[in-house]
């Protein structure tokens, strides 16, 4: 028991110390994952609030800055995620709402060439200059599938592929509710099964790259308050309880590589793109500590 309590605090080292140098030398979070509906139905913001919140994929940000929101101070320890909310904000603030799906939806590469130095790049902070400079091929070359998340994504398709599960994968297209997606899963379990049991297995040197530390993983228990399989926690709640085709915008960009016209974040759709462009001047981004931040 002391042997395994022991390998277990220094695999957690192991684990938390490569998640944070991660954190602080790549990005991380392409898009952001937590649900920004459900928050926007709880703060219920207007003109009058001042919003502190993390940076993350910078996703959020913009989503918040649709509910009317005075003014958003966005704040992360990481510089390359501030960059990639300058460059978001940057492009609603310049470019027509084509453009911007091309760019956040479709990983327009050829646009993106095409707007960056003249357009993009003078409305940048000299931090957020310096990483796209360098940074902006290997990114909107495959947009979902750069930085961290992203190289776990692709490691999740080819997964997929590898458990002969691309049929169902092409399949979820097709279904209209979540109904039919449980029916389409079930067909599909023992195949499911084996890819869940993979992941359990190689879950300790995936999850920095998605920024989760090693004691999260402990947190999904039971009835009996045991520790249950995260994967298996997680996939059942997002294929039996969410529709991938028409709502969960997480997972369809990251089993097709894209959003759809009817599967994105509202930012991206053409009704709310002139509010959006309106407001992306009211957001400070700062690299710092979240209480550094919430001191000043």
Known sequence: MVLNTARGKVQDYLQDAAMDALLRNTIIYNVAWEDPRIDGKVLQLGPEDRLLMLTTGGCNVLDRLLDGVGHIVAVDLNSSQNALLELRLAAARACTHEQFFQLFAHSNRRLFDALYPQTLRPLLSPAAQSFWDSNAGGFFDDFFYAGASGGLARILCWLTWLFGLQPCVRALLLCRTVEEQCKLMDEY???????????????PAFCPLAGVPASQLRLVTGDDDKPQSVVKTFLDRVFRKTLISGDNYFW?????????????????????????????????????????????
Do not use: M, W
């Not at 793109?273 to 979240?290: P, Q």
């Open 252 to 296: 369809y960009a990251y089993l097709y590589g894209k959003y759809s016209r009817q599967c994105c974040p509202r930012y991206l759709r053409p009704e709310n793109f002139e509010a959006l462009k309106a407001a992306a001047g009211r957001v400070t981004v700062k690299t710092k500590l979240l209480h550094e931040a919430a001191g000043e």
């Open 189 to 203: 379990q023992a195949k499911v099964s084996r890819l869940i049991g993979c992941f359990d297995t190689l879950l």
